[in-house]
């Protein structure tokens, strides 16, 4: 056999497995899909871990990511490219996700390494990724390969829910966050009068913006309202270092760090401003069966 013809044959075969591995994904077929894999394949996936080494840990992880999208799951590769020699291919592409009809479809990079085993090409290592923003550090999920130069319907470094903050002071409370959680990248807008009209920081990686109260915009503080019935939650590495930080800062401390049935280390402050802010760290994994047994002796206690 011709080298050309047999490397012909390598490509068919591993774009054959790619084939096979979609529609065990359509199918939520587990068997199937482990039948694409190497015992030993090691798997860089985009979601929940850094890394899976081996079949049965990152099977373990697809059922869990297929019993997300109970109804269905279709991935379409764009700009396939194949290429094998020796026993040993890659193949790398665009994939596009689309999980239970939902409109549009989530763009990624893959990456796929084969090895021949038994007359079948399996898949030795696997590596989808996203493009993220570097100021928001947000995956950019959005992009697809036929879109046309010009303005993002959603910024890059906007989430889906922003929090809009009204405040008394609103120009202190700018300053404000950026002492107590460490907020970075204030972004304000003055009225004719001075006053806030628009700011914007970011904590972690999700965008915050505030304002200062006005009857003319129909917008009161807590301060004015009497309170808040809305609290804001942040995960940070450290509860309690956070926890602290705020209270220094000037943020008066409502509930205390504790551990929680939930799993995690949770406490509550509210700003100065009339603002409620849970901190918590997640510190250990619940099965909500432990969940609910333990929520219903904290609500009995």
Known sequence: ?????????????????????????????????????????????????????????????????LQMCPNSVHFTLRDLDVQA?????????????????EAGNAWSRMTTGFRRESGRWLIVHEHFSFPFDPKSGKALMGLSPDAEAGPAPIPSDMHSVTPHLVCRDATSALD????AFGASGAVRLDG?????????????????????????CQSGSPVTLGGTPVTLHLYVPDADAAFERAVRAGATSVMAPADMFWGDRYGVVQDPYGHRWSIATHVRDVSPEDMRAAMAQFASA
Request: net charge negative.
């Open 1 to 65: 056999m011709k080298q050309e013809d047999k490397q012909g044959d390598a490509q068919a075969g591993i774009r054959q497995t790619l084939d096979d591995w979609i529609a065990a994904v359509d199918r939520h077929d587990l068997a199937a899909l482990a039948a694409c894999y190497a015992a030993d394949v090691v798997a860089y996936d985009a979601i929940k871990a850094l890394r899976f080494q081996g079949r049965d840990p990152y099977l373990a992880h697809w059922e869990q990511c």
């Open 85 to 101: 020699a020796d026993g040993l291919g890659y193949a790398h592409a665009l994939l596009a996700c689309t999980a239970d009809g």
């Open 176 to 179: 404000f966050y950026q002492r």
């Open 192 to 216: 004719p009068d001075g006053k806030l009209m628009h700011g914007c920081l970011w904590i972690g990686n999700s965008a915050v913006m505030l304002m200062e109260e006005s009857p003319v």
